[in-house]
T-cell receptor
């Protein structure tokens, strides 16, 4: 069974701490994504990566950075955690987009609920 | 960017058919329409995808008119376990898909 695994289900961190959220996929997917989800706002894209060492900003990259040193692993870094980064963080992966090929499926992890106090 | 618009919420009862319509007026020629389902405390999961006309699988049906400016997800005979948030997404030229707030479907007994 293919999987996207997020290292922590729940995390509590203090304001100002550097926080690492880890995500690993076993499907050999090129694309990986980090989203955050907040009530009433849906999922918002933070960063994505389409290849090792490549990264692109999503819609809300401020306060975050990412690292992709290996194809299967994509890390989200909160350089200095703040209370407004309390949220559910979701990692996803997908194969490359191909026009006219029905294969847009993202596979999501179960999420990490981060609380910054 | 192809933006989507869908209702914020819908209520239904067990055994009824639920139809969720999504508008995507700026859909591009190469874009597919994809629907995801998300249960509480879980990540979204892919349920169906289509390009035109009708697609059906074991979970749902997807109806897409000829102009492709909208699509309708149909959930037949819903049960309590179909209570979830449903997202309509339209493919973009780059790799990322944009999720909106989705439609919260509540099924009551």
């Amino acid at each position: 069974d293919v999987k996207v695994t997020q290292s922590s289900r729940y995390l509590v961190k203090r304001t100002g701490e550097k926080v690492f959220l880890e995500c690993v996929q076993d499907m050999d997917h090129e694309n990986m994504f980090w989203y955050r989800q907040d009530p009433g706002l849906g999922l918002r894209l933070i960063y994505f990566s389409y290849d090792v060492k490549m990264k692109e900003k999503g819609d809300i990259p401020e306060g975050y950075s990412v690292s992709r040193e290996k194809k299967e692993r994509f890390s989200l870094i909160l350089e200095s955690a703040s209370t407004n980064q309390t949220s559910m963080y979701l990692c996803a992966s997908s194969p490359p987009q191909q026009p006219f090929v029905v294969n847009y499926g993202y596979t999501f992890g179960s999420g990490t609920r981060l609380t910054v106090v | 960017l192809a933006k989507t618009t869908q209702p914020i919420s819908m209520d239904s009862y067990e055994g009824q058919e639920v139809n969720i319509t999504c508008s995507h007026n700026n859909i591009a020629t190469n874009d597919y329409i994809t629907w995801y389902q998300q249960f509480p405390s879980q990540g979204p999961r892919f349920i169906i995808q289509g390009y035109k006309t009708k697609v059906t699988n074991e979970v749902a049906s997807l109806f897409i008119p000829a102009d492709r400016k909208s699509s309708t997800l149909s959930l037949p005979r819903v049960s309590l376990s179909d209570t979830a948030v449903y997202y309509c997404l339209v493919g973009e030229d780059d790799y990322k898909l944009s999720f909106g707030a989705g439609t919260t479907v509540t099924v009551r007994a």
